[in-house]
């Protein structure tokens, strides 16, 4: 069973419009969810970081964490051409141990 | 300028042989990651350090070893035991614990 869960796309959506990527955990005393973008070929840069269940935004981009349904989203709001990308869900399992989803491909459609 | 070097950025390597990656920061951050990507694929973890000669085995450390001599190095060594290590090869570094974690650019080893 794989320990953080995401849909690999990829998911197509027009420029201008909502992207809501999902991640799944199954360590229930995870306590750290981050969220990264990794253009191809490049490293992963951070998003994100979210700590306690709600709401966190930032700008165009908010993540959502629900810790009883071991649940973590990130929406982009007015997706742009350039937010074309991987997205990885990253969890921390321990207080070190830093574990990534198999990331979602998104695509913006000009 | 503060952030982490991984070295080199390409490597080539012969059938039998080890090779070494290198990794330093200069954020005096703790805590210290290895990661191994494939084509297509997420991240997973081969080793990690919380602190100085200290570190653990991550869910395909099989093939690999690590030190953690200095705070700011994690070299990182691919054996000749790792039977399909052509792979782009990522370590990233954080300030301890629960916190982000950022990473270097990467090396991308093949295997010729």
């Known amino acids: 069973q794989k320990e953080v869960e995401q849909n690999s796309g990829p998911l197509s959506v027009p420029e201008g419009a909502i992207a809501s990527l999902n991640c799944t955990y199954s360590?229930?005393?995870?306590?750290?969810f981050f969220w990264y973008r990794q253009y191809s070929g490049k490293s992963p840069e951070l998003i994100m970081s979210?700590?306690?269940?709600g709401d966190k935004e930032d700008g165009r981009f908010t993540a959502q964490l629900n810790k009883a349904s071991q649940y973590v989203s990130l929406l982009i709001r007015d997706s742009q051409p350039s937010d074309s990308a991987t997205y990885l869900c990253?969890?921390?399992?321990?207080?070190?141990?830093?574990?990534f989803g198999s990331g979602t491909r998104l695509l913006v459609r000009p | 300028d503060g952030g982490i070097t991984q070295s080199p950025k390409y490597l080539f390597r012969k059938e039998g042989q080890n090779v070494t990656l290198s990794c330093e920061q200069n954020?005096?951050?703790?805590?210290m990651y290895w990661y191994r990507q494939d084509p297509g694929q997420g991240l997973r973890l081969i080793y990690y350090?919380?602190?100085?000669?200290?570190?653990q085995k991550g869910d395909i450390a099989e093939g690999y070893s690590v030190s953690r001599e200095k705070k700011e190095s994690f070299p990182l060594t691919v054996t000749s035991a790792q039977k399909n290590p052509t792979a782009f090869y990522l370590c990233?570094?954080?300030?301890?614990?629960?916190?982000?974690?950022?990473f270097g650019q990467g090396t991308r080893l093949t295997v010729v």
């Open positions: 954020l005096n951050h703790d805590a």
């Open positions: 979210i700590y306690s269940n």
């Open positions: 360590d229930r005393g995870s306590q750290s």
């Open positions: 990233a570094s954080s300030i301890g614990e629960g916190t982000e974690a950022f």
């Open positions: 350090s919380q602190i100085v000669n200290d570190f």
């Open positions: 990253a969890v921390k399992e321990s207080s070190y141990k830093l574990i």
